[in-house]
């Protein structure tokens, strides 16, 4: 007994009791029973709780920031070379059509090679899959910094993407594991922030470093970071075991492949293409609905699928893949909507911009502390609601900005925006995960961050699609009214300045009527925004709230 009690003690054990060992208790634990899917009528347990494997805290606490270290790292080069193409486009000798390619690889290979990121850690162990993936994806790094033709950025880029893939979900699966549940809410507080800030942050110090420097700084700037993190990952992260039985399902994974790799090529050329009316965006979309269903029929009928079926049966996590889609839809939407709406409306620099939109990040990380410490003590239903309420109302007072929009209103529209994202994303994670057992959670992060990255393309995507046939329609409208026979332009001040007879003038007044449609265009986004997030109230109030317990004994959920 006192043998018991002194291991616990020197586990650091939070609160400790003295054990009574029986003989169901020994049983249970040689003879372990299999892992379950949690259903009703079951309470949040820590599968694969690994905190101690770490003699000291400045160990977990390497481990931690080091595998944050590389969530950052992939998050930022989702969004940092978005405002250095004008730049590498002269520097690659590019057209702005074909430059586009430095984005879409990445985010192609990112998609495709996510999916996968639960079976190699589980074959191959966390540990490995990790080292590679930062080491890859530092490498490439560099070698995009160094690039010196498109073909060579857009190969580097490919394969940056296919090694930033596993960063996320490994990360936030390793944060999982160190942390009983009822302090992961302050794990996925520290997750959620290099997630959400990414994004957030990259068209900034991408602005920045292009400004200040040269556009091949976005890309070198990983190179530090990515050595920290792979030495610290190497030498103190401590890995579980791994099953060198499981055979890849390489239908599976096609499939998948094909449907994501042709879907994300659809959603990034669709715009520039005219969409349907294009024969390659048309084969793009066939080749999309064919890898999802053949997909979806291998999944239901094969032995042992790609995905776990078993996956699916957690009622929460089902309805968390909506709720994360939503999420990553409005926030790289709205992220990539109000930089050029800024630059090209207001008359904002690249640098101006990003330390008006910086402050959206402070409102992000001030949320997720919060939600850190109250998740155990208040429904997170409640402070997803809250949260959605607030981006909810920040989308629509975007809905009212015109060009003039002042400073302060706009750092505290956006700062709310920020921490409404922050109430949501973190709850969201612990309610997605709180009653998934071990076995099956790193499948379930690389699902969760496949979904939220197709989220973020097809509201991309679509907002960019609405703003650009809206200002096209409403400028159509407005160009009715530029006739000699508008007896509003024979006034005195509207005749001298926009004398429709003078070519000078009248393209004065054309970009006048541009703006104007651009201002409307842009309200009809952030209005198509507010409609898509209001879907998220509902849907919160439709997942049940997890009892938080390390113990393994049959309790309930509460609803």
């Known amino acids: 007994m006192r043998h018991t009690e002194a291991l616990c003690r020197k586990d650091g054990c939070a609160s400790w009791r003295k054990l009574t060992i029986s003989t169901s208790d020994l049983h249970r634990a040689v ?21 101690h494997h770490y003699g000291t805290a400045f160990e977990l606490r390497v ?105 996320a979900p490994l990360s936030q ?12 809410g302050r794990a996925m507080a520290i997750f959620g922030m290099g997630v959400m800030l990414g994004p957030i942050l990259g068209p900034t110090l991408g602005g920045w470093l292009t400004d200040n420097y040269t556009w091949r700084w976005i890309f070198y700037v990983n190179v530090p970071f990515g050595i920290a993190a792979t030495m610290g990952i190497w030498y103190f992260f401590k890995d579980n075991a791994r099953d060198d039985s499981l055979k890849f399902d390489w239908s599976g994974f096609g499939f998948m492949a094909l449907g994501v790799g042709a879907m994300q090529l659809m959603l990034d050329r669709g715009t520039t293409q005219d969409w349907f009316s294009s024969s390659e965006i048309v084969i793009e979309c066939t080749l999309t609905g064919l890898g999802f269903y053949l997909f979806l029929v291998h999944m239901l009928t094969a032995a042992k699928p790609f995905l776990q079926k078993a996956i699916f049966r957690d009622r929460n996590f089902v309805l968390a893949q909506v709720l994360q889609f939503l999420v990553g839809a409005v926030l790289l939407a709205s992220t990539a909507l109000i930089p050029p709406f800024l630059q090209n409306l ?18 992000t990380i001030v949320a997720m502390m919060l939600v850190g410490k109250v998740s155990n003590h208040i429904d997170p239903r409640l402070l997803m609601t809250v949260g959605a309420t607030f981006m909810l109302w920040s989308l629509w007072q975007m809905s009212l900005w015109t060009p ?61 699609t609405i703003l650009s046939d809206r200002m096209q329609a409403i400028h159509s409208e407005l ?81």
């Open 346 to 363: 207001s008359g904002y620099t690249v640098t101006e911009t990003g330390l008006l939109l910086g402050p959206r990040g402070l409102g």
């Open 173 to 184: 699966a390793i944060m999982f594991d160190l942390y009983r549940p009822e302090e992961r």
């Open 404 to 464: 003039s929009v002042e400073n302060g209103t706009l750092l505290f529209v956006t700062i709310v925006q920020g921490f409404g994202m922050g109430l949501i994303f973190t709850p969201l994670q612990l309610v997605a995960f709180a009653t998934m057992p071990g076995t099956l959670r790193t499948d379930g992060t690389s699902l969760m961050n496949l979904i939220r990255n197709i989220g973020s393309a097809i509201g991309i995507s679509i907002t960019t």
């Open 479 to 559: 160009t009715r009214f530029a006739s000699p026979f508008n007896h509003a332009l024979e006034l005195n001040a509207p005749s001298l300045f926009f004398n429709i007879q003078i070519p000078s003038t009248r393209m004065a007044f054309d970009v006048a009527l541009r703006i104007r449609a651009a201002v409307e265009g842009y309200a009809s986004d952030f209005r198509f925004m507010f409609w898509v997030a209001l879907i998220s109230i509902p849907v919160i109030w439709l997942l049940d709230r997890p009892a938080y317990s390390t113990s393994g004994s049959n309790g309930g959920r509460k609803s």
């Open 31 to 51: 003879m372990p029973p299999a892992p379950r899917v949690p259903g009703p009528g079951m309470t949040v347990h820590a599968d694969s709780f690994t905190r």
């Open 63 to 167: 481990v931690v920031m080091c595998a944050m270290a590389g969530v950052l790292m992939q998050a930022l080069n989702t969004t940092i070379a978005n405002v250095a193409l004008p730049y590498m486009q002269g520097g690659l000798s590019a057209s702005r059509e074909q430059v586009t390619w430095v984005l879409t690889s990445y985010i192609a290979a990112a998609a495709i090679m996510t999916a996968p990121v639960g079976w190699m850690a589980a074959r191959f162990g966390k540990k490995n899959i990790l080292i590679v993936s930062m080491v890859g994806f530092t490498l490439t790094s560099m070698m995009c910094g160094a690039a010196e033709n498109l073909v060579q950025m857009v190969v580097y880029r490919l394969l940056q993407g296919i090694f930033g893939a596993a960063l």
